[in-house]
């Protein structure tokens, strides 16, 4: 597993889903949101990056996601029916700058080309893996 140069500067771990991550960020405050298993901070935030040839599987998450690209090339974000592919959202310099995944929607994410990309993911209410399901292959 090779560790692409921005997720090594970042200090982030292998995700789940694929690609690499690191909690920047949680609310202090804190809720139950009717049919979660528990309390949730109100939001939390990650950098995520995918470098070249590197894609995150389907997911989804229970709560609604914020993509917001920070750097590197671009990334196209499907949000929709897996696997047949949903609709694409290309985040980058000359496209869009950041993608809403309403919660409990499939997505899946990749690199469009050969340079790694950084994105700040903000879910609210927060994220827990309780709340987190990937599709069976």
């Known amino acids: 597993m090779t560790v692409p140069p921005l997720a090594r500067r970042l200090g982030l771990e292998p995700h789940p889903e694929g690609g690499w991550f690191r909690r920047i960020w ?29 894609r995150s599987v389907w997911h989804r998450v229970r709560s609604d996601e914020l993509w917001l ?7 196209s974000l499907w949000i929709g029916d897996a696997p047949e592919g949903g609709d694409e959202h290309r985040l980058g310099p000359d496209d869009e700058l950041s993608a809403l995944v309403p919660g409990g929607s499939w997505q ?22 309780a709340d987190f399901e990937v599709e069976a292959p």
């Open 26 to 54: 949680a609310a202090p405050a804190t809720v139950h949101p009717p049919g979660y298993p528990g309390e949730r901070p109100t939001a939390t935030a990650i950098h995520y990056v995918l470098g070249p040839g590197e």
């Open 108 to 129: 899946r994410a990749e690199p469009a080309g050969d340079h790694e990309v950084l994105v700040t993911c903000v879910v609210s209410p927060g994220f827990d893996f």
């Open 69 to 75: 690209w920070q750097g590197g090339g671009v990334l």
